[in-house]
Nanobody
Framework: QVQLVESGGSLVQAGGSLRLSCVAS????????MGWFRQAPGKEREFVAG????????AYADFVEGRFAISRDNAKNTVYLQMNSLKPEDTADYYC??????????????????????WGQGTQVTVSS
């Protein structure tokens, strides 16, 4: 089993920054991909960013527009999401997720919710205007 625990969510003013963390425990394959998703009230959960667990590929949603950066620290089993220039529309619950069937040798990066096998409980981000 894999467990994912997010932290770092908070209330921040527009234009501010936050860094979210996701600590993974359990059996993690090096082929795995880690993704960050978000869900605002009344909206569908959407892909934000993702990274291969063994490195290399990163992927971002178009709305990120260069404001966010995903990174990982394999020694700490942790994936980070650095969010800068935050906007009120970034307000949401942010979730990390793991896709255990990811293939780093293909150009495709998983962006759909159903492609991920394990999920954390989420951390809340609120951006005030």
């Amino acid at each position: 089993q894999v467990q994912l625990v997010e932290s770092g969510g908070s209330l921040v003013q527009a234009g501010g920054s936050l860094r979210l963390s996701c600590v993974a425990s359990g059996f993690i394959l090096t082929r795995s991909a880690m993704g960050w998703f978000r869900q605002a009230p009344g909206k569908e959960r959407e892909f934000v960013a993702g990274i291969g667990w063994s490195g290399g590929k990163e992927a971002y949603a178009d709305f990120v527009e260069g404001r966010f950066a995903i990174s990982r620290d394999n020694a700490k089993n942790t994936v980070y999401l650095q969010m800068n220039s935050l906007k009120p529309e970034d307000t949401a619950d942010y979730y990390c997720a793991l896709d255990r069937t990811y293939s780093p040798t293909t150009p495709y990066f998983p962006r759909r919710r159903r492609e991920y096998d394990y999920w954390g409980q989420g951390t809340q981000v609120t951006v005030s205007s």
